[in-house]
């Protein structure tokens, strides 16, 4: 863990099941390599990327003991989200040498590293390069913007075989169909790919078991169309799907000898996957096993749970590679200066943990507060204006204690700026918000409504319940010290994730007390310089987060404004992150 991580705490906890075939999967990243390790409320996630290491070396001696096999899935975004990854310039300096230190059998990309040019181009020239027999990219092409050429990132599909089992396995790997990214990549369409004579062929292939993995949430519609045409060609090869992109812990069942699993995001979970009774075909050893187990369990990222696995202690858990990638990361950390103090945060502020409107809610916090303090365009500002902002871009909470250059990412990791629309009758512009966070989608040739939202709320899975309505007292308390009702609940439990999924309630390795989870819109918006008499405005300015503009111009003429892209304008200079920094170091000042 990192110099100063705040230790796991002791918890009931579930065992792992082994099988032939097991699998480590993680995914969205993030840059979390260093771990959640200043989280005092929720400690129960401050491994870092060496401790994983650690693990995972300890894991696979123990696969090879029971002559099982255990592979390493990854299911992209590794990058944005943490200081790890954008503090530094250019971005990812460090971030891509300390992931490489691990081992991974199947890779696929996410859509954050093709949103800028710059890190698909780094995809194609430093990931692809470092994990050269196991990167896949089953609907994604690389386009070289210097010679126009159009090549797979990678190759559309990979089969070999387990060193001890001698499963032979066919691996693909997907990204959901994504329309945001730059110039330089070229995302086909799921329904399409599965047109393709590659796809065609490899379904027929007959493998031990086909391991589909993907950038993609488990209750989004793409790996459904894979798993329909894939059963059309082969009605009895095993399954398993690993997702992504959504942000949370889920697994589903396609039919009996399938399953999907998705493991979270940001480093706090390390997934776990068995498979049981593989019947291997046309071989001498053949197994006469007949149905195919799976067992699956999301393992909180840490250290107690580490040696709970492996059945070590801290004098035999560490590797020295581990320390070393430890070390590795505290460098980096210095060197980016990570830990410089913007300011003191007065309370915690919740994302999803209180109500949108209440006085703990971030976003409220950021429509009341920074907005206004920051959104001025010095030539307008007594013009009124709206400003809006998708609660997507917010990533994090933000916790009572030193606000950092960390932090600042960790809340706020993009580099989109503010535009705007001038002298919009106010009667049009403030009907824009409510079509927003309005359900469905505001045109057919825009993204649905719900891509500006958070990922853990875009693709709701059926089982996800919100916190009713109750008071929020003593929010910030709740989750780390009261006990459920359990039988031996002598021991509070710790606030943390827990998961019902298709399988069950006992996925979580660790039990946990259940945080709040309160819905949110889409989108926020924040009145500036409204007259003081509380009457509307004749016109306003309509000034947003440029990641929303292809929402707010179909928006705008659904309410009756006759308006298109040339008469948006760049409102100010500066990202909505440098902005966050400056308003904290000027709002800020306590000592903490
Ligand atoms: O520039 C950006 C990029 C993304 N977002 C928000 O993030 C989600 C996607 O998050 P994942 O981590 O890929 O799941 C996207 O739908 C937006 O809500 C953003 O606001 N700005």
């Given amino acids: 863990a990192q110099p100063g991580a705040v230790a796991p705490v002791k918890a009931p906890m579930r065992n792992l099941t082994w099988g032939q075939l097991n699998f480590i999967h993680t995914t969205d990243t993030h840059g979390w390599l260093g771990g959640h390790f200043q989280e005092i409320a929720r400690p129960q996630y401050s491994g870092d990327w060496g401790d994983f290491i650690s693990f995972s070396h300890h894991m696979s001696a123990k696969a090879d003991e029971k002559g099982a096999d255990l592979l390493f899935v990854d299911t992209g975004d590794r990058i944005e989200g943490n200081?790890?990854?954008?503090?530094?310039?250019?971005?990812?300096l460090y971030q891509y040498d300390i992931y490489a230190e691990h081992d991974v059998d199947i890779?696929?990309?996410g859509n954050h590293e093709l949103y800028q040019v710059y890190s698909a181009d780094l995809e194609h020239n430093t990931t692809t390069r470092n994990y050269p027999n196991n990167y896949i990219a089953s609907n994604l092409d690389y386009i070289d913007l210097n010679t126009g050429d159009q090549t797979p990132m990678a190759p559309r599909y990979r089969k070999f075989?387990?060193?001890?089992?001698?499963?032979?396995?066919?691996?693909?790997?997907?990204?959901?169909?994504f329309t945001g990214n730059n110039k330089n990549t070229a995302v086909q369409p799921v329904r399409q790919t599965i047109k393709e004579e590659w796809f065609q062929k490899a379904i027929r292939e007959r493998p031990d078991i086909f391991v589909i993995t993907g950038h993609v949430g488990l209750r989004m519609e793409e790996f459904g169309i894979i798993f329909t045409e894939?059963?059309?060609?082969?009605?009895?090869?095993?399954?398993?799907?690993?997702?992504?992109?959504?942000?949370?812990?889920?697994?589903?069942?396609?039919?009996?000898?399938?399953?999907?699993?998705?493991?979270g995001r940001y480093m706090e979970t390390i997934g776990w996957m068995s498979v049981d009774g593989l019947n291997k075909k046309n071989k001498d050893e053949v197994s006469t096993q007949k149905s195919v187990s799976f067992h699956r369990k999301y393992i909180d990222n840490n250290l107690y749970g580490m040696y709970h696995h492996t059945g070590l202690n801290e004098s035999t858990f560490p590797t020295a590679h581990g320390q070393n990638v430890s070390s590795m990361i505290d460098s980096a950390r210095q060197a980016l200066k990570l830990d410089h103090k913007y300011g003191c945060a007065p309370k915690n502020y919740?994302?999803?943990?209180?109500?949108?409107?209440?006085e703990d809610n971030l976003y409220t916090f950021i429509e009341n507060e920074?907005?206004?303090?920051?959104?001025?365009?010095?030539?307008?500002?007594?013009k009124p204006r709206l400003t809006i902002m998708n609660t997507g871009g917010i990533r994090f909470d933000i916790f009572k204690g030193p606000f950092t250059r960390d932090t600042t990412y960790i809340v706020s990791p993009f580099v989109s700026g503010f535009r705007y629309v001038p002298d919009v009758p106010y009667k049009v512009a403030s009907n824009v918000i409510k079509l927003l966070n309005s359900g469905g989608r505001i045109l057919d040739m825009v993204p649905e409504n719900r891509f500006m939202a958070i990922p853990?709320?875009?693709?709701?899975?059926?089982?996800?319940?919100?916190?009713?309505?109750?008071?929020?007292?003593?929010?910030?308390?709740?989750?780390?010290?009261?006990?459920?009702?359990?039988?031996?609940?002598?021991?509070p439990l710790i606030g943390g994730l827990t998961t019902s999924d298709d399988i069950g309630d006992d996925g979580d390795d660790t039990i946990h007390e259940k945080l709040p989870f309160h819905p949110q819109p889409n989108a926020f918006q924040a009145k500036i310089a409204f007259p003081p008499d509380n009457k509307d405005p004749e016109t306003v300015d309509l000034v947003f987060i440029d990641f929303v503009q292809p929402w707010i111009i179909p928006a705008l003429k659904l309410s009756g404004g006759d308006y298109d892209d040339k008469d948006v304008e760049i409102y100010m200079e500066g990202t909505f992150t440098s902005k966050l920094s400056q308003w904290i170091s000027d709002n800020w000042k306590g000592e903490c």
């Fill in 107 to 109: 890779m696929t990309t």
């Fill in 456 to 491: 853990e709320q875009m693709f709701l899975s059926p089982l996800v319940s919100f916190t009713e309505d109750v008071q929020d007292v003593n929010l910030e308390l709740r989750g780390e010290q009261k006990s459920l009702n359990r039988l031996d609940d002598e021991k």
């Fill in 350 to 358: 919740w994302m999803s943990r209180a109500k949108h409107g209440s």
């Fill in 161 to 177: 075989t387990t060193k001890n089992q001698k499963i032979e396995v066919l691996a693909m790997g997907f990204i959901f169909d």
């Fill in 83 to 92: 200081g790890l990854y954008d503090a530094s310039s250019p971005k990812g």
């Fill in 370 to 382: 920074v907005f206004p303090g920051v959104v001025v365009n010095e030539e307008r500002k007594d």
């Fill in 230 to 263: 894939l059963r059309k060609a082969d009605w009895d090869t095993p399954v398993v799907f690993f997702g992504g992109h959504a942000h949370v812990r889920d697994a589903r069942k396609y039919d009996s000898l399938s399953i999907g699993m998705a493991s």
